[in-house]
T-cell receptor
Framework: NAGVMQNPRHLVRRRGQEARLRCSPM?????VYWYRQLPEEGLKFMVY????????ESGMPKERFSAEFPKEGPSILRIQQVVRGDSAAYFC????????????FGSGTRLTVV | KNQVEQSPQSLIILEGKNCTLQ??????????LRWYKQDTGRGPVSLTI?????NTKSNGRYTATLDADTKQSSLHITASQLSDSASYIC????????????FGAGTQVVVTP
């Protein structure tokens, strides 16, 4: 039973390019959460999605960031026109329902903007 | 202002010794409190989850306590091992519609031989 799978593990982008981060939840989990972790800081909530729906995006920057969780396939966090300040570790978690018990994290994608 | 504060920021202990990490929170309404272990370069892994009515929970050599009145929690590591070197993160679930998680900044524990 594979856990939460994130890819790529490491991503390097030049300023102005687009970054696409993928997250496949655990089998049987239909709730996905994205977090960002800056060096020396705690994880910060970005967005909570259920299949085809955004439930809570209160932590998402207003511009350049978007997320989706289509009916088929992984959840995607998209960052357009990346800047150096976007460099961080991005973690995805999934859970089987809204109670967030059974919450499981992926190993993260480390984005470096050069 | 972070609603979950952890102390100390970092800790060095000798292998075999015990240590206690602290967590204070102001999150309201409260649903549950979790402790996670995060190894370098990995995602957080759950150690314990406690609801309002629970004041202690153990997972092997890890024991967490919760005082919901004073909004304090601690994580005690007994007979530390080199593999305990990691960041330990206190996380509080908000008791609203979907239980958003508020993360502390973590305590970095280094166990030395």
């Amino acid at each position: 039973n594979a856990g939460v799978m994130q890819n790529p593990r490491h991503l390097v982008r030049r300023r102005g390019q687009e970054a696409r981060l993928r997250c496949s939840p655990m089998k049987g989990h239909s709730h996905v959460y994205w977090y960002r972790q800056l060096p020396e800081e705690g994880l910060k909530f970005m967005v909570y999605l259920q299949k085809e729906n955004i439930i809570d995006e209160s932590g998402m920057p207003k511009e350049r960031f978007s997320a989706e969780f289509p009916k088929e396939g992984p959840s995607i966090l998209r960052i357009q026109q990346v800047v150096r300040g976007d460099s961080a570790a991005y973690f995805c978690a999934s859970s089987p329902d809204r109670t967030n018990y059974g919450y499981t994290f992926g190993s993260g994608t480390r984005l470096t903007v050069v | 202002k972070n609603q979950v504060e952890q102390s100390p920021q970092s800790l060095i202990i000798l292998e075999g010794k015990n240590c206690t990490l602290q967590c204070n929170y102001t999150v309201s309404p409260f649903s549950n409190l979790r402790w996670y272990k995060q190894d370098t370069g990995r995602g957080p892994v759950s150690l314990t989850i406690m609801t309002f009515s629970e004041n202690t929970k153990s997972n092997g050599r890890y024991t967490a306590t919760l005082d919901a009145d004073t909004k304090q929690s601690s994580l005690h590591i007994t007979a530390s091992q080199l593999s305990d070197s990691a960041s330990y993160i206190c996380v509080v679930s908000v008791g609203d519609s979907w239980g958003k998680l508020q993360f502390g900044a973590g305590t970095q524990v280094v166990v030395t031989p």
